[in-house]
C-alpha cells in the first residue's frame, strides 16, 4: 500500500491533509475532534498579538452560492482572526501538541507590522511546541483595513521584511500565506523567498461580494443592513489557487520552494492536483466547514488507492509531476488538432452542445438528420474548442479526438507531425520582423 | 411429496422471453447513473441510513467515494462492515431499512439509491481487483469448525479467517452459499453471482470447505466440540411448516422452497413443471418470490391467499406491488379450508375462506369460494430442525436456537447465527451481522 505520509519542511504528518487556519481549528475541542477523524496537521486559527483580542460581528458570517441541489460551491466569510485570549490558545496549543505528537500544529501569526509586535510573539509561540509557523497575509476584510492581512500581503517588501525578522527571532520553520487578492502572485512569492521564509502557502480568501438582498439592496451577509466584503473561498476558488500555485512553482526566482496548496481542496482528487502542481501538502477549510471532518476518511483512501493504481509508492513519486508541463500560450502546438466525437450511444440529445455551437460559437453541431433529432459534429467547421464537451450533461458523451494524419477538413491544412509553436508561425509580426 | 410428472407447458412462453424474465431484476447502474445518484447523497452526520443497515456500513462514506470516483475504497468501505456486500446490495429490503430512513425520503420521497450504489462499488471491485481487500492476521494457531455455508456461516468464517483462525466449513448441500445459491429470487442474482461471491470471500485464505456433509449424518456435534477450539452453526431453517390441510401430500401441493431451489438450479428454465392456475399460501418473501416466478415462467393465473391484511404482510409494500406489477393477484384477508384433487388424484383447486377479525382475533367469516388450482404452493413459513444438535444439550427457544447478544449459545464453545437462531429477522444482512458478531466474540473467547 501506498504511503502517504507527508514530510513538509521536516514537518512530519501521517498525510498530507491539514486543516487551514480558520474556525475548524479555533480551540482545543475542535483540534482533537480532527485529529480523531484522521487530520495530519493544522495551522491554528490565526494568533493576535496579547492583549484584549479582536471581536467579531455578532451577525451572520457567511454568506454562499450554491450549485443545483444546493451543493455549496462558494463560502463568503467576513469573520476576523482568532477572537479568543491569546494565553488561552497558546496554552490549549501546548496541550494539543504534547498529546498529538505526530499531528502538525502551526501556528498562525498576524501581529501589526512592526518588529516590536513580531519579536514578542514569536518565543511565546515557540513555548507551545508548534512545528512551524504561518503568517498569515491574506486576510481580505476587516484586519486589513487595521494595517494588517492582505495590507502587508499586497506590498512585497513589507512581506520580505515581516519574514525577515521571523527568521530572526525565530528557529521554527516560516511558511508565508499569501493573498490572492494581487495582480501578480509571483511578487510576494519571491519577497517572500527573499525574506528568507521557509515556505508559502496558497491561497488565502478572495475579496467578494457573494449576493445583494434585492428586498432591503444590502450585502450578504448582511449586519442591519450594510454589508462588507468579505473572502471567498471553497470549491469555486480552486481554479485561482492552482493557477497561483503553478505561477509559483515554474518562476525560476521561487522554483524548488515549498508550497502547501490551499483553496477549494475538498476530494482526494483536488489534493493530488495541488500535489502534482509541486505542493507538498494541502490545507483545507470549507470543505470541512461544510462536510465534518470526517470527510478526510474519503482523501485518506481515495489517494492511497490513487497511488495504488499507479504504482507511486510515495507522494514524491508524483509531487510536481505537472509543473514542466504549465508552459506559456506563445509554446502551444499549433499544429495539434482535436476535432469533438459525440457517442451517440451514450447522447440523450438534450441538445446543448448544438445550441452552445450554433449560438455562440462555429455552427458545427447538427440538429437534425435525415429528418430525426441527431447531434453530429460537423469536422469541416469545427475549430476543435472544447466548448460542447463542456455543456454536455453526461460524462464523456463528447470527447476531443486527435487526428494524427491526413489534413484538417476544416482548414484544409495537413496534420503535420513536428511540433510548430505562435513564436515561428508566419502570422506573428514579430517572425514576420525577423525574416525581413 | 410426490414427484410432478405432468408435461411442461413451454407453449405458454418463449425461451427467449423467459429468459428476458429472468433478467436482472434491477439493473446495475452505470458510471454515469452512479455519479449522478452519488452525488444526491448529503454526507448526514450520524447518518440514519447507516443506523438502519443491520450490519452498520458507513453508506455516506462509501456514497462519498462513489462521487469522488474511487469506487474500489467505496467497496472496501462497505466489505470493511459486510463480506456479503455485493449480494446485499441485491437483495436487501432497503425500502425497509436504509433508504427508508433516507432523509431524502424525508424531503422528497426519493431516497437516495443506496442499494444500486452499493451494487456499483462492489461490482466495480470485483471486477477490477485482483487482490483480496483484507489480509489475514498472523496464524493464531486456533481452529474453528463452521457448519453451514450460508450468508451466517460464511460470515464468521471470513472474520475469523480475517483475525487469523483456521476455519473448517461444513455444508450439507452440493454448493456453497445457502439460500443465496438456493433460495433469493432468481432475477436478484444473475449470472452465478452467489457462487462468484463465495469465491471472492475464500480468497481470505484459511478457509476449507466442506460440501456434502450433513451434521448429524456424517459429522456430529460432539465430535466438532471435542476436535475444535470452538463451533459455529449457522444452519438455518430445513423444515418448511404444514398447511393442515387434508391432501397435502398430493400431487401439485408443493414446498415453494423447495421448488425455488430447483429453480435456481436448473439448467433450462424451460425444464420446470409450471402450473396454468396457481395459488400461493403466505405472505412473506417467499410468497412473493413464488407467485412472481412462476407467472414469469409462464404460469396464466397466480393468486397470493394471506390471511390478514397488506400491512400485516411480512413482505413490504414494495414487494407486494413487485407482485402485483407481475399480474399476482393478492386476496388479503382470505385462509385455504381444503384442497381439492381430480381423478388422478392430483390437486385440482383450493377453497379459501374469507376471514376478519372478531375482539382483535382472526377468525373465518363462513364465505367460501373455490379457486381452480394445478399447483398450491405452501409458503407459510420455515422450521428448525433440532435432530443435529444432538445430545449436547444446547437450549431452544420458540423451536429455534438460543443465542445471546454475541451470538454465543448454552454450551460455551458453541455460538450460532442467522435463521436457526430464536429472535433474527430471517434477511440475508441479519444473518451476515450475526456471523460477524459471533466471530468477534469467539475471537475475545480465544484469545482472552
Ligand atoms: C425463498 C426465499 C427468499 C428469500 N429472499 C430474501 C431476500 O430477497 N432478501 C433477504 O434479505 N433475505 C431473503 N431471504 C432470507 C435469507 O435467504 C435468509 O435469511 C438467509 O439466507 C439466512 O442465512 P443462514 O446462513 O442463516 O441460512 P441459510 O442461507 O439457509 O444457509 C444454511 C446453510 O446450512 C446448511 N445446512 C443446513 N443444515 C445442515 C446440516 N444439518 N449439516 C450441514 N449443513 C447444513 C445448508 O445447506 C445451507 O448451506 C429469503 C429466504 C427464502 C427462503
Ligand atoms: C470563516 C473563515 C475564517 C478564516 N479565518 C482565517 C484565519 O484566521 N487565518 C487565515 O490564515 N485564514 C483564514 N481563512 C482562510 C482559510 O484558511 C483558507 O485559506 C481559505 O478558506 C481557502 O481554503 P478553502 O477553499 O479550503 O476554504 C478563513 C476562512 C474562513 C472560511
Ligand atoms: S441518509 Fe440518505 S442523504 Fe443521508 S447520508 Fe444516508 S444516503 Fe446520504
Known amino acids: ?11 512530519r504528518s501521517p498525510n498530507p491533509f491539514w486543516l487551514a487556519s480558520a474556525p475548524p481549528t479555533d480551540k482545543a475541542y475542535n483540534v482533537e475532534r480532527a485529529f480523531e477523524a484522521g487530520w495530519g496537521g493544522v495551522v491554528w486559527k490565526t494568533l493576535g498579538e496579547a492583549g484584549p483580542p479582536v471581536v467579531n460581528v455578532n451577525g451572520p458570517r457567511y454568506g454562499a452560492i450554491w450549485g443545483p441541489d444546493r451543493r455549496l460551491l462558494g463560502l463568503n466569510n467576513i469573520e476576523l482572526i482568532t477572537d479568543r485570549d491569546l494565553e488561552v490558545n497558546l496554552r490549549e496549543m501546548t496541550e494539543v501538541k504534547k498529546r498529538w505528537p505526530d499531528r502538525a500544529l502551526i501556528a498562525s501569526i498576524m501581529v501589526p507590522c512592526d518588529e516590536e509586535s513580531w519579536k514578542a510573539i514569536l518565543p511565546r509561540v515557540e513555548e507551545t511546541g508548534a512545528d512551524g509557523i504561518e503568517l498569515n497575509f491574506g486576510c481580505p476584510h476587516g484586519m486589513s483595513e487595521r494595517g494588517m492581512g492582505s495590507a502587508v500581503g499586497q506590498v512585497p517588501e513589507y512581506i520580505q521584511m515581516v519574514a525577515e525578522w521571523c527568521k530572526k527571532y525565530s528557529r521554527l520553520p516560516v511558511i508565508v500565506k499569501l493573498t490572492p487578492n494581487i495582480t501578480d502572485i509571483r511578487y510576494p512569492a519571491r519577497a517572500a523567498h527573499a525574506g528568507g521564509a521557509d515556505a508559502v502557502s496558497l491561497i488565502n480568501t478572495i475579496s467578494s461580494i457573494v449576493s445583494v438582498d434585492l428586498d432591503n439592496f444590502s450585502p450578504n451577509p448582511s449586519i442591519d443592513g450594510k454589508g462588507s466584503h468579505g473572502g471567498y473561498c471553497g470549491p469555486a476558488v480552486k481554479p ?13 526566482q521561487t522554483a524548488g520552494m515549498p508550497i502547501s496548496g490551499i483553496g477549494g481542496v475538498t476530494t482526494w482528487r483536488d489534493a493530488a492536483e495541488f500535489i502534482a502542481l509541486g505542493c507538498g501538502n494541502v490545507q483545507v477549510c470549507t470543505a470541512a466547514m461544510t462536510y465534518g471532518f470526517k470527510m478526510v476518511q474519503e482523501m485518506i483512501s481515495g489517494l492511497s488507492d490513487w497511488m495504488d493504481e499507479k504504482g507511486y509508492t510515495s507522494i514524491e ?3 510536481g509531476r505537472a509543473v514542466p508541463n504549465v508552459t506559456d500560450w506563445q509554446y502551444l502546438n499549433l499544429n495539434y488538432y482535436t476535432k469533438a466525437r459525440i457517442d451517440q450511444d451514450l447522447c440523450i440529445k438534450c441538445g446543448r452542445c448544438h445550441i452552445a455551437c450554433e449560438d455562440t460559437s462555429h455552427q458545427a453541431i447538427t440538429h437534425t438528420v435525415n429528418g430525426a433529432r441527431h447531434f453530429e459534429v460537423i469536422d469541416e467547421e469545427c475549430v476543435g474548442c472544447n466548448l460542447c464537451v463542456n455543456v454536455c450533461p453526461v460524462e464523456d458523451c463528447i470527447t476531443m479526438v486527435e487526428l494524427t494524419a491526413g489534413t484538417d477538413p476544416r482548414t ?24 525581413e | 411429496m410426490m414427484p410432478d410428472t405432468r408435461p411442461v407447458q413451454d407453449s405458454r412462453i418463449s425461451a427467449a422471453d423467459r429468459s428476458d424474465n429472468f433478467s436482472d431484476l434491477h439493473p446495475p447502474l452505470d458510471r454515469h447513473e452512479a455519479l449522478v445518484e452519488a452525488d444526491r447523497c448529503y454526507f448526514c452526520f450520524d447518518a440514519p441510513c447507516m443506523t438502519a443497515c443491520p450490519t452498520s456500513i458507513d453508506i455516506p462514506l462509501f456514497i462519498r467515494e462513489i462521487q469522488a470516483e474511487n469506487p474500489v475504497g467505496a467497496a472496501r468501505t462497505i466489505f470493511e462492515q459486510n463480506i456479503f456486500g455485493g449480494m446485499c446490495a441485491r437483495v436487501c429490503p432497503t425500502e425497509t431499512l436504509c433508504e427508508e430512513v433516507c432523509v431524502r425520503e424525508v424531503a422528497e420521497g426519493k431516497p437516495v ?5 452499493q451494487r456499483y462499488a462492489t461490482d466495480t471491485y470485483m471486477a477490477r481487483a485482483t487482490t483480496h481487500p483484507f489480509a489475514r492476521a498472523a496464524s493464531t494457531g486456533k481452529k474453528i469448525a463452521v457448519v453451514g455455508a450460508g450468508p451466517a456461516g460464511l460470515s464468521c468464517a471470513h472474520r475469523l479467517a480475517t483475525l487469523g483462525h483456521d476455519i473448517t466449513v461444513y455444508d450439507a448441500r452440493p454448493k456453497p452459499g445457502g439460500l443465496n445459491e438456493y433460495g433469493i429470487a432468481a432475477y436478484k442474482t444473475v449470472d452465478n453471482f452467489a457462487q462468484r461471491e463465495v469465491d471472492f470471500i475464500l480468497k481470505i485464505g484459511g478457509i476449507e470447505l466442506v460440501q456434502g456433509q450433513v451434521l448429524g449424518r456424517d459429522v456430529q456435534i460432539d465430535k ?3 476436535d475444535f477450539d470452538a463451533v ?22 408443493i414446498d415453494a422452497v423447495d421448488y425455488i431451489a430447483r429453480l435456481r438450479q436448473a439448467g433450462d428454465l424451460g425444464a420446470l413443471d409450471v402450473g396454468r392456475n396457481i395459488v400461493v399460501i403466505g405472505g ?13 415462467l409462464g404460469a396464466e393465473n397466480v393468486t397470493i391467499v394471506y390471511r390478514r391484511g397488506k400491512e400485516n404482510m411480512n413482505a413490504s409494500v414494495y414487494e407486494q406491488e413487485l407482485a402485483q406489477t407481475n399480474g399476482v393477484v393478492i386476496r388479503h384477508w382470505t385462509r385455504p379450508v381444503g384442497l381439492t384433487r381430480g381423478d388422478d388424484g392430483a390437486i385440482n383447486g383450493i377453497g379459501i375462506e374469507k376471514t376478519g377479525l372478531a375482539d382483535g382475533r382472526l377468525v373465518g367469516t363462513g364465505e367460501t369460494m373455490t379457486l381452480p388450482a394445478d399447483q398450491v404452493f405452501k409458503a407459510i413459513g420455515q422450521k428448525f430442525d433440532p435432530a443435529p444438535l444432538g445430545a449436547l444439550g444446547i437450549a431452544l427457544e420458540a423451536g429455534r436456537i438460543r443465542a445471546d447478544a454475541t451470538r454465543r449459545t448454552s454450551h460455551d464453545k458453541v455460538w450460532a447465527g442467522g435463521d436457526c437462531v430464536a429472535g433474527g429477522e430471517d434477511l440475508t444482512v441479519a444473518s451476515v451481522e450475526d456471523g460477524k458478531i459471533a466471530a468477534m466474540s469467539i475471537h475475545a473467547a480465544l484469545m482472552g
Open chain 1, 1 to 11: 500500500m501506498a504511503d502517504i505520509s507527508a514530510n513538509f519542511l521536516g514537518i
Open chain 1, 240 to 252: 485561482i489557487a492552482l493557477n497561483m500555485v503553478a505561477e509559483i512553482a515554474r518562476d525560476p
Open chain 1, 317 to 319: 513519486d508524483f509531487r
Open chain 1, 412 to 435: 484544409g491544412c495537413p496534420v503535420d507531425a513536428d511540433y510548430a509553436n505562435w513564436t515561428s508561425h508566419p502570422n506573428n509580426p514579430a517572425t514576420r520582423e525577423a525574416a
Open chain 2, 113 to 117: 439509491k443506496i442499494g444500486l450504489l
Open chain 2, 224 to 226: 466438532l466440540v471435542d
Open chain 2, 232 to 253: 459455529f452453526l449457522g444452519i438455518g431453517l430445513p423444515d418448511t411448516n404444514d398447511l393442515g390441510l387434508e391432501g397435502e401430500d398430493a400431487a401439485g401441493c
Open chain 2, 284 to 296: 412473506g418473501m417467499t410468497a412473493i418470490d413464488i407467485a412472481v416466478q412462476t407467472r414469469l
